[in-house]
């Protein structure tokens, strides 16, 4: 029997492009159409083999979509399949932003941009969750791009949250200290430096006050080397948190109790951190680059700049003014009804319908399925707008 299926280099629980397969795999089952991974890299345990496995099983009438997030032999491996293909676009970080810390990392995302390229002709349909993305896809020569946001699949918080972490970030809290949270790899595109810069601004106009917690994996270890060193440099390193990995509970623990999210980050495909940020009603202080305008919408607070001073007065007045965070609180609630499952999965769904159309596959969905994601979703959001009303 004929299905979707889907193709990553990697494939990881709690890494962006891996939850979204996986939900997009959820719902296609839902749907009753079969839908199986293939990875190179399968972390989460769950893939029927790697990208050379699937010609043993191939059927007359598939669909493959290909999560495409770094350089990878799937692609020229799928550019020479005659199957109808989708591609996922998360974004290709630009390679300047590694060259001063890894040159081969550099190159790695040069050719990764070329296979980009090397799939428009190929591909019937580019799925993007935003039009930052979208815009280097028809750069790229694709035809046909469709928007649809990243899908969040609530499972990974419900009823989990690390009373450990949130007993730390209390203790903090209690001291007089604003609990500052931000969620990424270390990478330099995140540009954590400027929250680095930010917090010691913080210090100097407002006392000791505030404590920034980073959360994320380390790629690059001269950019985490040159992260510390500004922090020692700065005099801020007992203030700064560097958390490199968490589990699902320790992570919801830290949207819940912290104090706001904040970004500086220069380059966002999406930014996926901003949405869970929204969900657990953590207000949003960003820079305006990328995909963020897009994604936090009316959501949260928008900066134009990354001065330090004006990064830290924001994070001042967030931080202590209860009725701007019930403000901010009402207005990311909105913006989530625009991210969540209620509209992510009609989004995918007609995504789905669309391949179908393109591709002549005898598939035929049952697109009144309900979808366990969006009730899940419901649920949850009902609970916490009760919460933080």
């Given amino acids: 029997m004929s299905g979707i299926h889907h ?58 979509i290909y999560h495409i997030a770094t350089s990878s032999p799937m692609t020229t491996y799928l ?6 293909l989708a591609v996922v676009y998360q974004n290709i970080t630009p390679p300047e932003y590694f060259a001063p810390y890894d040159t081969t990392a550099a ?12 799939l428009a002709e190929r591909t019937l349909l580019a799925l ?33 949250s690390s009373q450990a972490v949130e007993e730390v970030l209390a203790n903090l809290q209690a001291k007089g200290l604003a609990n500052w949270l931000f969620v990424g790899r270390l990478v330099p595109n995140k ?11 913080h210090r100097e106009m407002y006392g000791d006050s505030a404590v920034l917690h980073l959360v994320g994996r380390p790629s690059y270890p001269g950019y985490v080397a040159a992260l510390h060193g500004l922090a020692l440099e700065l005099g801020v390193a007992d203030r700064v948190n560097f958390v490199m990995g968490v589990a699902s509970d320790e992570l919801a623990a830290f949207y819940r109790k912290s104090d706001l999210f904040i970004s500086a980050s220069e380059h966002e495909g999406f930014c996926m951190p901003i949405v869970e940020a929204l969900f657990h009603g953590l207000p949003v202080l960003a820079y305006d680059a990328g995909a963020i305008p897009q994604t936090l919408g009316i959501g949260g607070v928008h ?12 994070a001042r007045l967030i931080a202590t003014d209860p009725e701007l965070r019930a403000r901010l609180r009402r207005l990311g609630r909105e913006q989530l009804s625009r991210v969540a499952p209620t509209a992510t999965i009609p989004a995918f ?41």
């Fill in 107 to 118: 190159a790695i995302q040069k050719r990764a941009q070329g296979e980009v390229a090397m």
């Fill in 303 to 314: 900066l134009a700049e990354r001065d330090p001073a004006v990064l830290a007065a924001w």
């Fill in 128 to 160: 993007t969750p935003s039009s930052f993305n979208a815009e280097d896809l028809h750069a790229a020569g694709y035809s046909e791009v469709a928007e649809f946001p990243i899908i969040f699949d609530p499972v990974d918080f419900i009823g989990h």
């Fill in 349 to 389: 769904d007609r995504a789905v319908a669309r391949m179908i159309e393109l591709s002549g596959s005898p598939l035929a969905p049952d697109f009144e399925a309900e979808s366990a994601i969006v009730i899940q979703s419901r649920e949850i959001l009902d609970r916490l707008s009760e919460e933080f009303a």
């Fill in 7 to 64: 193709f990553l280099p990697m494939l990881a629980k709690g890494d962006g492009v891996g939850n979204n397969a996986r939900a997009m795999a959820k719902r296609l089952a839902e749907l009753g159409v079969p839908s199986r991974f293939y990875a190179d890299l399968d972390k989460a345990g769950v893939a029927s083999g790697n990208h050379l496995d699937y010609a043993k099983v191939a059927e007359p009438g598939d669909i493959l």
């Fill in 79 to 84: 550019a020479r399949r005659s199957e109808a």
């Fill in 191 to 201: 540009a954590q430096e400027h929250l680095i810069m930010a917090l010691h601004a």
